[in-house]
Nanobody, 123 residues
Framework: QVQLVESGGGLVQPGGSLRLSCAAS????????MGWYRQAPGKQRELVAS???????NYAGDVKGRFTISRDTAKRTVYLQMNNLKPEDTAVYYC?????????????????WGQGTQVTVSS
């Protein structure tokens, strides 16, 4: 059973920093890309940042220069360093992984999601 487990959310004051982590586990053959999405109350889930297997990154416009995504391939973990946080960054942050996993003698590709971690930016 493939799982994504997130950690690192919490309450922080405007201008503060948080680091989110997401570790993938289970019968994984390869991870093609990982990313972070967020969903604020009453809004659709949106991409925050993503990183591919060759470390190509992509960021939403409003987080460029403040957030940094990185990955540790050996640990199957993706990180999101969030600096200069703003109240509008408040949301539930979800980890996503596009990966290939083993199923018996075959391989299958699937898009997995973590359970989400709350980030609240408030004074």
């Amino acid at each position: 059973q493939v799982q994504l487990v997130e950690s690192g959310g919490g309450l922080v004051q405007p201008g503060g920093s948080l680091r989110l982590s997401c570790a993938a586990s289970g019968p994984i053959f390869s991870i093609h890309a990982m990313g972070w999405y967020r969903q604020a109350p009453g809004k659709q889930r949106e991409l925050v940042a993503s990183i591919t297997s060759n470390n190509s990154t992509n960021y939403a416009g409003d987080v460029k220069g403040r957030f940094t995504i990185s990955r540790d391939t050996a640990k199957r973990t993706v990180y999101l360093q969030m600096n200069n946080l703003k109240p509008e960054d408040t949301a539930v942050y979800y980890c996503n992984a596009d990966l290939t996993y083993y199923k018996g003698t075959s391989f299958r590709e699937y898009d997995y999601w973590g359970q989400g971690t709350q980030v609240t930016v408030s004074s």
